[in-house]
Each structure stands twice: as structure tokens, then as C-alpha cells.
């Protein structure tokens, strides 16, 4: 992470070394500054200072080494636990399939998000609640 956080300084002084050459361009081809693509490269650099800068409290806030900041490390050391998921559950693709009918009835037809939304809450209780019913019960 802390070389994430330096690449991020390195990125937001170019922007304000890039910057500066752009306003010296501008003024030498117009005469004038050209304001837009100023503040836009301005606010590049800007949001290049705070990633690097949210980066490097994020590393002093953890207390330790990650395991991708160390070279000797293996692939498994940072292999963190991310929850249970059934492997067999039909219900996020019916959940997928119903936001899509869901967005194309907001281009098409809004009628068509009235049914999607019907279908939407029954894929939601269907995949919170599988696990009280049937082979898996709890």
C-alpha cells in the first residue's frame, strides 16, 4: 500500500507539473488561460493529492505490513475470508434478470419497472430466506 500511496504523490505532481505547462501554452498560443482544461487538470492533481493521501492513513491506520507490501510473501498469506456464498443459488441471476427488466422498463415503457419491482422483491426474499427452507434448513 505504501507504494501505491507514493505512485499517487508521483501522479498528482505530474498533474500540477502538467498543469503549469498548460497554462504556459495557453497563454503562449491565446494570450489568455484556457480555464477548462486548467481546472480539469488541476482537479486531477487535486484527486491524485487525496487518494495518495487517504492511501497513506489507511497504512498508518492498520498497524502492520499487508502481505502484498512484502516481497517474500505468498499468494495465500493474503487470502482473507470473504463470507459464505451458495454455489448453487439461482436467485442472484433472478435478481440480475429482474433490475434489467427493471432498467428497460425505464427506457421503454415505465408500466414495465411496476412488474420488474414485484419481481425484484420476490428474488430478494427468495435469496435472503433460502436457507430456511427445503434440503438446507436451518
Given at each position: 500500500?505504501?507504494?501505491?500511496r507514493?505512485?499517487?504523490?508521483?501522479?498528482?505532481?505530474?498533474?500540477?507539473?502538467?498543469?503549469?505547462?498548460?497554462?504556459?501554452?495557453?497563454?503562449?498560443?491565446?494570450?489568455?488561460?484556457?480555464?477548462?482544461?486548467?481546472?480539469?487538470?488541476?482537479?486531477?492533481?487535486?484527486?491524485?493529492?487525496?487518494?495518495?493521501?487517504?492511501?497513506?492513513?489507511?497504512?498508518?491506520?492498520?498497524?502492520?505490513?499487508?502481505?502484498?507490501?512484502?516481497?517474500?510473501?505468498?499468494?495465500?498469506?493474503?487470502?482473507?475470508?470473504?463470507?459464505f456464498?451458495?454455489?448453487?443459488?439461482?436467485?442472484?441471476?433472478?435478481?440480475?434478470?429482474?433490475?434489467?427488466?427493471?432498467?428497460?422498463?425505464?427506457?421503454?415503457?415505465?408500466?414495465?419497472?411496476?412488474?420488474?419491482?414485484?419481481?425484484?422483491?420476490?428474488?430478494?426474499?427468495?435469496?435472503?430466506?433460502?436457507?430456511?427452507?427445503?434440503?438446507?434448513?436451518?
Amino acid at each position: 500500500m505504501r507504494a501505491n500511496r507514493n505512485v499517487f504523490w508521483i501522479l498528482a505532481g505530474f498533474f500540477l507539473l502538467a498543469d503549469a505547462v498548460y497554462i504556459f501554452w495557453s497563454l503562449v498560443s491565446y494570450g489568455e488561460v484556457e480555464w477548462v482544461g486548467t481546472i480539469g487538470i488541476a482537479l486531477a492533481a487535486i484527486l491524485g493529492g487525496f487518494i495518495a493521501f487517504y492511501l497513506g492513513r489507511v497504512h498508518s491506520a492498520q498497524g502492520g505490513e499487508l502481505p502484498e507490501d512484502v516481497l517474500t510473501s505468498n499468494i495465500d498469506d493474503g487470502d482473507p475470508e470473504m463470507g459464505f456464498y451458495s454455489p448453487w443459488s439461482w436467485w442472484p441471476i433472478i435478481l440480475g434478470g429482474a433490475l434489467a427488466i427493471f432498467v428497460t422498463g425505464l427506457a421503454i415503457g415505465t408500466w414495465i419497472s411496476f412488474i420488474a419491482v414485484g419481481l425484484i422483491l420476490i428474488a430478494i426474499v427468495g435469496w435472503v430466506y433460502e436457507y430456511y427452507r427445503g434440503f438446507f434448513a436451518r
